[in-house]
């Protein structure tokens, strides 16, 4: 990272205001800016789907909230390109690349431990908001309420386990290093799930769809390295788009899987829970869309003005993607008690309702996000402390077990919700991050 005129860092700077956009165009000079681009813009995607697609209405027994997809099937088809997610796990994966590439000699575990206390320090912070969001409405008998922050409010962080599992594969990965072991690599992951789907789809082994979480989602990835490690050219990249989008095509047409790349209400077959090769085979053409577009995100991003935005969102990226459901809740909530109902018969009124409202959403967030993200960005005491750097390889292997535990448990409990069993996988994740952090505790002097 280049350094301001004045020979300050943006993390040395005493100065707690933000800087000039000119200021943080010179201070990040050498970032990989289309990772930062396309991270924050899945995010920002992700938002405005949720809003666009959450459907409520109101009778005697209180509020019921349903999906725009199930009631108008024919939009679909939208999720294929509003199904972007995948690209914050290519973003998470080229950044991760560029940073083994400073630092080759890092211990797995440790590596993986060091990019946890940034990723779950927001989480901690946001889990303690849902528990006591849940002993307030049990303590005044709202138990609807209570089961819907059970399972909504935890629901999203199924994202966040994937997302840790992808990471610790990462490693083995950089090890990719020509065009050819990156086809070989991409072939496995998605063959391997297409003989996944097979048995769960067609042997009826239901059990075996929990390993595609990794399959999918480490697709991405892979495509992460590939692109900053430069393997894969603009030609190639929209070929094997166009190729694997032929493919998905062809899967919807004659085989099981429905044309939502989102879970819909009445769904036979989810593509995201657990994920499938449709979903696999999206996330190659988009990942390989955006290897192709490298050039044009390149040239947007490098406006400083467009560039400062960017910045500041991915300093509050966690707390834009944990928070904007609670605020989305809110908007909506207050839309209800103003007769600005999303149960509405008029088409024109409900597009005009839900556009308002998701405009309304994404402009809240940048206040929130203003407003939280010190506590993404602020080290907690014991949490951040310093981690070993005579880590042997068992301790170094023990906080790699641990944070995977984390993975599975946070992908089980936002499977299961805050009840009965799921807080017992909510109690195994906490336990795995504390277990991984004491073990890479340095020694006293």
Not at 37 to 54: E, I, N, Q, Y
Not at 153 to 161: D, N
Not at 416 to 436: C, N
Request: glycine fraction near 8%.
């Amino acid at each position: 990272m280049r350094t301001h005129p004045g020979g300050r860092t943006p993390d040395s700077s005493p100065r707690r205001s933000l800087p000039t956009a000119a200021d943080l165009d010179v201070l990040t000079g050498s970032r990989d800016r289309v990772v930062d681009v396309l991270r924050l813009a899945s995010l920002v995607v992700v938002v405005a789907g949720h809003s666009l697609m959450l459907t409520v209405s109101a009778d005697d027994d209180g509020l019921h909230l349903g999906n725009l997809l199930a009631d108008v099937p024919i939009m679909q088809g939208a999720t294929w390109l509003l199904q972007i997610l995948p690209l914050f796990f290519f973003a998470g994966a080229a950044a991760a690349t560029h940073g083994l590439r400073s630092r080759p000699s890092t211990s797995t575990g440790h590596w993986l431990l060091a990019r946890a206390q940034r990723l779950l320090r927001p989480v901690f912070w946001y889990l303690l908001a849902v528990v006591a969001a849940l002993l307030v409405t049990g303590a005044m008998g709202w138990s609807t309420a209570a089961d819907v922050i059970a399972h909504l409010g935890v629901q999203l962080l199924w994202f966040l386990g994937a997302y840790l599992l992808v990471l610790a594969v990462v490693p083995l990965l950089h090890h990719i290093s020509t065009p050819r072991q990156l086809a070989v690599a991409i072939g496995v992951a998605w063959g391997t799930t297409a003989v996944i789907d097979v048995l769960r789809l067609a042997a009826g082994i239901t059990s075996v769809g929990i390993l595609s979480f990794l399959t999918v989602w480490t697709l991405p990835a892979i495509l992460g390295v590939g692109y900053a490690k430069r393997l894969v050219t603009s030609a190639q990249a929209v070929c094997g788009a166009l190729v694997f989008l032929a493919v998905d095509l062809l899967l919807v047409q004659v085989g099981p899987y429905e044309v939502s790349l989102v879970t819909v209400p009445g769904q036979q077959l989810s593509n995201m829970n657990p994920p499938s090769l449709l979903l696999a085979g999206h996330t190659i053409v988009l990942c390989a869309a955006a290897i192709a577009l490298r050039g044009p995100l390149s040239a947007v991003a490098n406006r400083p003005r467009i560039w400062w935005w960017v910045v500041v969102g991915n300093r509050g990226a966690m707390t834009l993607y944990l928070w904007h459901l609670p605020v989305l809740a809110l908007v909506i909530g207050a839309g209800e008690l103003v007769g600005l109902t999303r149960d509405q018969t008029n088409p024109a009124a409900f597009v005009a309702v839900v556009g308002t409202q998701t405009v309304l959403v994404l402009a809240l967030m940048v206040p929130v996000v203003a407003l939280l993200s010190g506590r993404e960005n602020d080290p907690l005491p014991w949490w951040d402390a310093p981690l070993r750097r005579d880590a042997g390889p068992i301790r170094d292997r023990a906080v790699l077990l641990g944070l995977i535990g984390v993975g599975i448990a946070t992908l089980m409990m936002a499977r299961t919700g805050l009840a009965d069993e799921g807080l017992v996988w909510a109690a195994l994740a906490v336990g795995g991050a504390i277990v991984a952090r004491a073990i890479a505790l340095p020694r006293r002097a």
